[in-house]
């Protein structure tokens, strides 16, 4: 169907059940005759105008701001926006075997027997506008023959497209009519709310997440990431691994597969927490339902963690921030954290930092009052963020989305096991990525951010000392001046040989010590 021709039919739809509602709306036995007299009375209200006019100055400011903050931090709805998505996955029809047989042979460009020795045409899970097929490879590949393959139904998509396209186009219009519309930025809003949905269907991203999750977590015996098959993966398929799991909520599967629970609760607040802010690399719509565990014999009791198609990243200074931020909460100390607040930018110059730390004290010591067992570090962290809203500040949204994450986390934790003390668990993992900021590894992470721009400047540092040396002596007009800028460069040659032979001996001491902690 033609795009435009797809959107005016959208658009008649949407006019015409808006005016079967109220056609609903009327009494049965006078539908006509109720419809003409609200019509009437509309029009012969004297107060009606006055009413819209008054209602609208009030809705104005109020949609505008809502529009704005939304525009701005856009994370705010996307939560809601894919929890609703996830809603709805039962309501969608998946494809039948015959379709679904023909739609992976159009994908993978050849038939299935070439690829595969056995193929489940009946999915596994059906979700909103994908669904989720196992298969066996004919020939094994990165050592697995055992596949899972996500499949985007086309079609579907393409109307989701047209659907959104649609959205643009009145968002569009509404600009050009309505000053209001270009006030809220309608336009922004329709483009946000279009890539946020479509991100959800790209799969090469999402098995380019799933692949460097796995690198992040390589060797870790807490999580099993599963393997992209990359030779078989398209724009509208993702193969990889099948590893059989059990969902995280399902406790009686769980102690039927001998898996202990406590420390199940314990890695899964480990695992979020380094993801976030120690990888800077996590999901942005984690809950349970996107949470496994695995029953393979290899990998039993691990974390498998699903959906990765909605994936966020935080800078390396919002993660200092967060980490650096954190710890000085546990600590109790509010004047440093005021002092971070300030320094960040998350409030205006002129915030009062004593004034600061007394809201960030009133907020958290009642969490640091509670018994053991009630105390949660999700809710901490609110605070850590929020608590600069009442002086017009705020935070990088990313930094509110990786703290719903963490919250997430948590409870999950709790339901698996409610006497988990996840907040000394966040508190020591929180604590060891801060002594890495400060120590030798922090210092030497830095160091290696640095050496390229470091390559660049050596080769002109002495190109930059003979232009010093020639500007010197051109200031230079006595023969007393002469001898002191002489003076001067012998006891900066000096300094700088002694800091050379620092270097070289402190860096022996390291590699030494290294070499003997290996041992």
């Not at 056995?118 to 989720?132: H, I, M, R, W, Y």
């Not at 719509?285 to 393979?296: K, M």
Request: hydrophobic share 45%.
């Amino acid at each position: 169907m033609p795009p435009l021709f797809r959107r005016l039919l959208l658009l008649f739809h949407a006019l015409r059940y808006g005016a079967r509602l109220i056609w609903l709306a009327a009494p049965s036995d006078h539908k006509l005759h109720w419809m003409i007299e609200l019509v009437s009375r509309v029009h012969a209200s004297e107060r009606s105008g006055a009413q819209l006019h008054s209602v609208l100055p009030a809705l104005g400011p109020l949609a505008s701001r809502f529009a704005q903050t939304l525009a701005e931090r856009p994370e705010l709805a996307t939560g809601t926006l894919h929890d609703a998505i996830d809603a709805i996955d039962h309501m969608e029809e998946p494809l039948s075997p015959a379709e679904s047989e023909a739609a992976l042979s159009r994908a993978f460009g050849q038939p299935l027997a070439g690829l595969f020795s056995a193929v489940d045409l009946v999915p596994v899970k059906s979700g909103f506008a994908e669904q989720t097929h196992f298969a066996r490879l004919a020939t094994p590949l990165k050592g697995h023959r055992e596949v899972a393959i996500k499949l985007v139904r086309v079609q579907q998509l393409q109307q989701i497209g047209d659907e959104l396209a649609l959205l643009r186009w009145v968002a569009r219009w509404l600009e050009k009519l309505s000053r209001t519309a270009s006030r809220l930025q309608l336009r922004a809003l329709a483009q946000t709310f279009t890539d946020d949905i479509l991100r959800r269907f790209d799969l090469r991203a999402e098995a380019a997440n799933l692949s460097q999750t796995g690198h992040h977590f390589d060797g870790d015996k807490r999580i099993a990431v599963p393997d992209v098959i990359w030779d078989l993966c398209t724009d509208h398929t993702l193969t990889m691994q099948r590893i059989n799991t059990l969902p995280a909520s399902d406790l009686p599967g769980l102690h039927a597969h001998h898996i202990k629970l406590a420390r199940l609760a314990a890695q899964i607040v480990e695992v979020v927490t380094e993801q976030a802010f120690e990888h800077g690399f996590f999901h942005a719509t984690l809950d349970a339902r996107r949470v496994r565990v695995s029953i393979e014999p290899d990998t039993l009791g691990r974390l498998v963690l699903a959906e990765f198609s909605i994936m966020s990243t935080l800078s390396s200074d919002e993660r200092e921030f967060f980490v650096h931020g954190a710890t000085a909460l546990f600590d109790q100390d509010y004047g440093r954290l005021a002092d971070m607040h300030r320094n960040a930018g998350h409030v205006p110059h002129d915030t009062r930092a004593e004034v600061l730390e007394a809201e960030l004290r009133t907020r958290a010591e009642a969490h640091f009052a509670a018994a053991p067992e009630d105390r949660s570090a999700g809710s901490l962290f609110h605070h850590l963020l929020h608590g600069v809203l009442p002086f017009d500040g705020h935070v990088p949204g990313r930094l509110a989305t990786a703290q719903r994450s963490f919250q997430q986390a948590e409870m999950l934790a709790r339901a698996l096991h409610p006497g988990v003390d996840t907040w000394n668990i966040a508190r020591g993992v929180l604590a060891d990525l801060a002594r890495r900021d400060i120590d030798h590894r922090g210092w030497l992470r830095h160091i290696s951010h640095e050496l390229p721009h470091l390559a660049h400047m050596l080769p002109r540092v002495p190109q930059l000392a003979v232009r010093y040396l020639q500007q010197q002596h051109d200031r230079a007009r006595t023969p007393q001046q002469n001898a002191q800028l002489l003076a001067d460069l012998a006891r900066e040659y000096r300094r700088t040989r002694q800091l050379l032979w620092g270097c070289v001996l402190c860096g022996g001491a390291l590699g030494a010590g290294a070499m003997l902690l290996m041992w």
